[in-house]
C-alpha cells in the first residue's frame, strides 16, 4: 500500500504551489509520486469541477454542491487515488474530504454528520497518512486569490473567492477546528511564510514522516 499526503488550506493560501514543490523534491528521492487535485483528478470529475466552481453557477444549492463534490470524489477516488495507492506509489492531493467538512459543513452550515457520510460513501477507507494544512488570515488569503486571478486574467474557477468574506473565516476556523481534533495527521504550517521557507518546512517535515513509516514496517 502506498502513502496518502494531502494539502488543505483557504483560497490563496499557496497549496497548488507547495504541492508542486514537494513532488519535484520527492521526484529528485527517486520516489513514486501522483499529483492529483479536487474536485477533479479525471476526466469525469474535472467535469464536475467545471461546474463547482463557475462564478456563473452562483445559484448552485448547498445541498447540490455537496453532492456534486461527492459524486466527483468518488469516481477520482475509483479512477485515480486507489490505484495509485494500491500500486505503492506516493499520492499528494491538493483537498480531500477536509475540504468539504470546513467548506460545505462550516461554511455553508450544512449538517457534518451527513457530509461525514457523504465522504466515507464516495471515499471508502482511503483516509490520508498526512495532511499539510497552510494556514493564514482569511484577507489575505482572498487577496492573493483576487490578485492571482487578476495577473492571469481568468476568473473561470472563482466561485468560491466570490463568497463574502465572513464565509472564509468560517472555512478557516472549521480547518483550524479539524486539524485540532487530529494532531497525529495534520501538520499545521504558516501561509505567510516566503515559498522558499514554506516549501522547505513541507520537504523537511515530510521526510521525516517518510523515514518514520519505513521504521514502523
Same mark, same amino acid.
Given at each position: 500500500?502506498?502513502?496518502?499526503?494531502?494539502?488543505?488550506?483557504?483560497?490563496?493560501?499557496?497549496?497548488?504551489?507547495?504541492?508542486?514543490?514537494?513532488?519535484?523534491? #520527492?521526484?529528485? /528521492?527517486?520516489? *513514486?509520486?501522483?499529483? %492529483?487535485? $479536487?474536485?477533479?483528478?479525471? @476526466?469525469? +470529475?474535472?467535469?464536475?469541477?467545471?461546474?463547482? #466552481?463557475?462564478? /456563473?453557477?452562483? *445559484?448552485?444549492?448547498? %445541498?447540490? $454542491?455537496?453532492?456534486?463534490? @461527492?459524486? +466527483?470524489?468518488?469516481?477520482?477516488?475509483?479512477?485515480?487515488?486507489?490505484?495509485?495507492?494500491?500500486?505503492?506509489?506516493?499520492?499528494?492531493?491538493?483537498?480531500?474530504?477536509? +475540504?468539504?467538512?470546513?467548506?460545505?459543513?462550516?461554511?455553508?452550515?450544512?449538517?457534518?454528520?451527513?457530509?461525514?457520510?457523504?465522504?466515507?460513501?464516495?471515499?471508502?477507507?482511503?483516509?490520508?497518512?498526512?495532511?499539510?494544512?497552510?494556514?493564514?488570515?482569511?484577507?489575505?488569503?482572498?487577496?492573493?486569490?483576487?490578485?492571482?486571478?487578476?495577473?492571469?486574467?481568468?476568473?473561470?474557477?472563482?466561485?468560491?473567492?466570490?463568497?463574502?468574506?465572513?464565509?472564509?473565516?468560517?472555512?478557516?476556523?472549521?480547518?483550524?477546528?479539524?486539524?485540532?481534533?487530529?494532531?497525529?495527521?495534520?501538520?499545521?504550517?504558516?501561509?505567510?511564510?516566503?515559498?522558499?521557507?514554506?516549501?522547505?518546512?513541507?520537504?523537511?517535515?515530510?521526510?521525516?514522516?517518510?523515514?518514520?513509516?519505513?521504521?514502523?514496517?
Amino acid at each position: 500500500m502506498g502513502i496518502f499526503i494531502t494539502f488543505e488550506g483557504i483560497e490563496g493560501s499557496g497549496k497548488s504551489t507547495q504541492i508542486a514543490l514537494l513532488r519535484d523534491a #520527492l521526484l529528485k /528521492q527517486s520516489c *513514486a509520486v501522483v499529483q %492529483t487535485r $479536487e474536485p477533479g483528478g479525471c @476526466a469525469i +470529475a474535472d467535469q464536475i469541477r467545471g461546474i463547482l #466552481l463557475d462564478p /456563473q453557477n452562483s *445559484a448552485l444549492n448547498p %445541498t447540490a $454542491e455537496l453532492l456534486l463534490y @461527492a459524486a +466527483a470524489r468518488a469516481q477520482h477516488v475509483n479512477e485515480v487515488i486507489a490505484p495509485a495507492l494500491d500500486q505503492g506509489q506516493l499520492v499528494l492531493c491538493d483537498r480531500y474530504t477536509d +475540504a468539504t467538512l470546513a467548506y460545505q459543513g462550516n461554511g455553508r452550515g450544512l449538517d457534518r454528520h451527513l457530509i461525514e457520510e457523504l465522504n466515507t460513501l464516495a471515499a471508502g477507507k482511503i483516509v490520508p497518512d498526512l495532511t499539510f494544512l497552510i494556514d493564514l488570515p482569511a484577507e489575505i488569503g482572498l487577496a492573493r486569490a483576487l490578485s492571482r486571478e487578476a495577473a492571469l486574467q481568468d476568473s473561470s474557477e472563482g466561485r468560491f473567492e466570490r463568497e463574502a468574506l465572513a464565509f472564509h473565516h468560517r472555512v478557516r476556523e472549521g480547518y483550524l477546528a479539524i486539524a485540532k481534533s487530529e494532531p497525529d495527521r495534520f501538520v499545521l504550517v504558516d501561509g505567510s511564510l516566503s515559498v522558499d521557507l514554506l516549501a522547505a518546512e513541507i520537504r523537511q517535515r515530510t521526510l521525516e514522516f517518510l523515514d518514520r513509516k519505513m521504521v514502523s514496517q
